[in-house]
């Protein structure tokens, strides 16, 4: 079965600055999408960038980059230039690109951002 | 904004009482998903659909069957209704293509007392 893992319960940030968040997953697919979502104190669910497992080249969204390692099952988002509004639980996310496209989360990140 | 409504929204219930749980969609997708939101835990998959009728179980589903009889509309069910399964419950629905997002509900708070 295929799991996601996030080793980081919080993190903290001053504003301005560079954060890394780490997500590794297993699975035997070889076909596959990684998602790290936002969560801000509202609950709401917002996607923050996405990455095909076929491809090499590194997601790009803005202020947020993912280095995904497929070798290694390794997917982690970093955050440039932190801003106040950054400040929420995230999670990292893996979807099948099969029949079924399950879709899984690992246990999130508190990121904190100080002034 | 995706067309997706969770109800109820709050839900007070006593143990041992079943409890129906609502994900309405007008997107007309065809994946829809029941997720568990705990602190520590993150978003744990508890059913997940694949088409109508079509089912399938997730991490944590003992204790929860689920249904889904139109494409619009997925209904999570506890059986008998436990204080472990006090929660925030979430529905997300997704496009068929697996690249695409997935769309959130605003979430059900269940408290089991």
């Known amino acids: 079965a295929q799991t996601v893992t996030q080793s980081q319960p919080e993190m903290s940030v001053q504003e301005a600055e560079t954060v890394t968040l780490s997500c590794t997953y297993d699975?035997?697919?070889?076909?596959?999408?990684l998602f790290w979502y936002k969560q801000p104190p509202s609950r709401q669910m917002i996607l923050v960038i996405r990455?095909?497992?076929?491809?090499?080249q590194n997601a790009t969204e803005n202020r947020f980059s993912v280095n995904f390692q497929k070798a290694a099952k390794s997917f982690s988002l970093k955050i440039s230039d932190s801003q106040l509004g950054d400040a929420a639980m995230y999670f990292c996310?893996?979807?099948?690109?099969?029949?079924?496209?399950?879709?899984?989360f690992g246990t999130g990140t508190l990121l904190a951002v100080q002034p | 904004d995706a067309g997706i409504t969770q109800s109820p929204r709050h839900k007070v219930t006593e143990t041992g009482t079943p409890v129906t749980l609502r994900c309405h969609q007008t997107?007309?997708?065809?994946?829809m998903y029941w997720y568990r939101q705990d602190p520590g835990h993150g978003l744990r998959l508890i059913h997940y659909?694949?088409?109508?009728?079509?089912?399938d179980k997730g991490e944590v589903s003992d204790g929860y069957s689920v249904s889904r009889s139109k494409t619009e509309d997925f209904l999570l069910t506890l059986e008998s209704a436990t204080s472990s399964q006090t929660s925030v419950y979430f529905c997300?629905?997704?496009?068929?293509?697996?690249?695409?997002?997935?769309?959130f509900g605003q979430g059900t708070r269940l408290t089991v007392v």
């Open positions: 996310a893996y979807k099948d690109d099969g029949a079924t496209n399950k879709l899984i």
């Open positions: 699975t035997s697919e070889s076909d596959y999408y």
């Open positions: 990455q095909e497992a076929y491809k090499q």
């Open positions: 659909s694949y088409g109508v009728k079509d089912t």
């Open positions: 997107e007309n997708h065809r994946y």
């Open positions: 997300a629905i997704s496009e068929s293509f697996a690249g695409t997002e997935a769309f």
